[in-house]
């Protein structure tokens, strides 16, 4: 006679607990790395002097966080906003972007800052959630693509960096994904197309996930049929990763010591960064440090590992600066609040 188990299910406490402990083990990662690198003495924290004793990189700093992660970034928002018919002002689009900043440094993960970006544009435009998430995914995927797509070009036009052999596989994988990033989105645009009426009947069922589901097609339709704003989207994401490969160079040069060019920085750059978009620890620390540290000593450079430090954490510090605006928006709620509760006594 057989016997049959009931499948698990699993407890609210279980729920509740998953994301702390999973937080704990990307911290117990990053640190295992960063202490396994300083002990070979491969990471120098003490670089990070030079952000405050040396008046270029402090000034190199802080333009490169204002045009990458403010001005670029606001303006990659505002443009997909646009795509589903949400025109919001560029000052309120920027302190949103500013307060995403702020959480996404307060809140490890790297996305709760767009999702809570997302759920006030959400509450204060009347628009349905689903989309606005949608676009959430869409800015991430349109990072990564930038990112995919500037590595790309600095590889054909240095094709000498084909001849290591050790970057070679690397460098394959990632011209793979940018013909991917080309043929994928042209592939979705015509399948939602010849779909077209078809679809319908599977997505007006009542249930809530029916529901869901049909507000991100319809979304998703939307954003497609404005591809210029798009293009221009994505070509946001490039000029960051232009910027931030420009502030990168500096460092190595300042930090590391090596008269290396823009070309030689811009090869290993993007494919080192890339690193740090997988899942594995918060901002990618320590997965990034010895991506860097490995990446460097395959082009002939030393020193990968410390300039990647001084890059990370000199572009999360004045992420925190989103907390005025989130303080400020939480002050507006609570006098909007008081007032609607004193006109309803009234």
């Known amino acids: 006679m057989s016997v049959t188990s009931e499948p698990r299910v699993e407890t609210p406490q279980a729920r509740s607990l998953r994301g702390p402990i999973l937080l704990l083990v990307k911290l117990g990662l990053a640190a295992a790395l960063v202490g396994w690198l300083v002990h070979k003495r491969a990471l120098d924290f003490g670089a990070l002097r030079f952000l405050v004793v040396d008046p270029r990189l402090f000034v190199a700093n802080l333009a490169a966080f204002i045009a990458c992660s403010v001005v670029l970034s606001t303006a990659r928002w505002w443009l997909l906003l646009r795509t589903i018919g949400v025109r919001l002002p560029a000052g309120r689009a920027t302190a949103l972007q500013l307060m995403a900043l702020f959480f996404n440094v307060a809140i490890p993960g790297n996305i709760g800052g767009d999702f809570v970006k997302a759920l006030y544009v959400a509450r204060d435009q009347g628009t349905p959630r689903a989309p606005l998430l949608l676009l959430v995914a869409i800015e991430r995927v349109l990072g990564l693509l930038g990112l995919v797509f500037m590595a790309s070009i600095a590889a054909l036009v240095r094709p000498g960096v084909f001849a290591n052999a050790a ?130 000593q395959l082009v002939g450079l030393t020193g990968g590992a410390t300039v990647f430090n001084v890059f990370l954490l000199g572009q999360l510090v004045p992420c925190t600066v989103g907390v005025l605006p989130y303080l400020m928006l939480r002050i507006k709620d609570t006098v909007r609040t008081a007032n609607n509760e004193a006109s309803t006594a009234d």
């Open 167 to 296: 970057l070679r596989p690397t460098l394959v994988v990632v011209l793979l994904l940018a013909a991917g990033g080309v043929v994928g989105p042209v592939v979705f645009a015509l399948l939602l197309r010849w779909l077209g009426p078809r679809a319908d009947p599977w997505l007006g069922g009542p249930s809530r996930v029916a529901h869901i589901v049909a507000q991100l097609v319809a979304g998703s339709r939307l954003v497609l049929q404005r591809p210029l704003l798009l293009l221009l989207a994505l070509l946001c994401s490039m000029a960051m990763h232009g910027v931030a490969m420009a502030y990168f160079t500096l460092l190595t040069r300042v930090v590391a010591g090596h008269a290396v060019d823009y070309g030689a920085v811009a090869t290993v750059f993007p494919i080192g960064l890339l690193t740090t978009v997988l899942p594995l620890s918060p901002a990618g620390m320590g997965v990034g440090h010895v991506a860097f540290d490995r990446l460097y």
